[in-house]
């Protein structure tokens, strides 16, 4: 069974930073790419970050500069670095692996408000 423990998030003042976690199981975690989506309030989902099982990295434009994601395959956890982080980040932030089409899986999502 797959399962994701996501953490990190939170509430945050603007400027301010925060790390996301999220701890994979059941799947064989360093052949799949790793994600980090999020979903604001009447948003679509949509992509943050990904990092391939190669390392190569992908970012969001609104996010460039700012987020950086990372994976520790000995520990089966992806990162999402957050910093300078602005009100319009606010969103649940959904980790997710995906091998293949028919291999894709989502996390419960994490609550991140940036807000003073």
Do not use: H
Not at 21 to 30: D, E, L, R
């Amino acid at each position: 069974q797959v399962q994701f423990v996501e953490s990190g998030g939170g509430l945050v003042q603007p400027g301010g930073s925060l790390r996301l976690s999220c701890v994979a199981s059941g799947i064989t975690f360093s052949l799949y790419t790793m994600g980090w989506y999020r979903q604001a309030p009447g948003k679509r989902r949509d992509l943050v970050a990904t990092i391939t099982s190669g390392g190569s990295t992908n970012a969001a434009a609104s996010v460039k500069g700012r987020f950086t994601i990372s994976r520790d395959n000995a520990k089966n956890t992806v990162y999402l670095q957050m910093n300078s982080l602005k009100p319009e980040d606010t969103a649940v932030y959904y980790c997710n692996a995906r091998y293949n089409k028919d291999l894709d899986y989502w996390g419960q999502g994490t609550q991140v408000t940036v807000s003073s």
